[in-house]
């Protein structure tokens, strides 16, 4: 199973930016597919997840409102759609998969980390 994730960048608090994960050698139909990240000096949290099967969709109440997690169900590539950027969002997004509860130890599959910068 390999999980690439990209679109992390530098951006203004106020900012959007859009996260893609596209994932390979296998399907996750049955499990989520999600985003945690770490921030600097923090340990890893959860963003958002997605159930692949049906579109359900849930929120850190950090991000909620703000963020929106969606699947291209044609293929296998996920997205984090960010806007109303805070500083406090900074960190390492990572892309996970084949999850049931937003636990990052219950987590059996991560994509490498895209940074996310947000200058104040």
């Known amino acids: 199973v390999q999980l690439q994730a990209s679109g992390g960048g530098v951006v203004q608090a106020g900012g959007s930016l859009r996260l893609s994960c596209a994932a390979s050698?296998?399907?996750?139909?049955?499990?989520?597919m999600g985003w945690f990240r770490r921030a600097p000096g923090k340990e890893r949290e959860f963003v958002a997840r997605i159930r692949w099967s049906t579109g359900y969709t849930s929120y850190a109440d950090s991000v909620k409102g703000r963020f929106t997690i969606s699947r291209d169900s044609a293929g296998n590539t996920m997205y984090l759609q960010m806007d109303s950027l805070k500083p406090e969002d900074t960190g390492v997004y990572y892309c996970?998969?084949?999850?049931?509860?937003?636990?990052?130890?219950?987590?059996?599959?991560w994509g490498q980390g895209t940074l996310v910068t947000v200058s104040s």
């Open positions: 996970a998969a084949g999850f049931y509860r937003s636990i990052s130890a219950e987590v059996p599959y």
């Open positions: 050698g296998r399907t996750f139909s049955s499990t989520g």
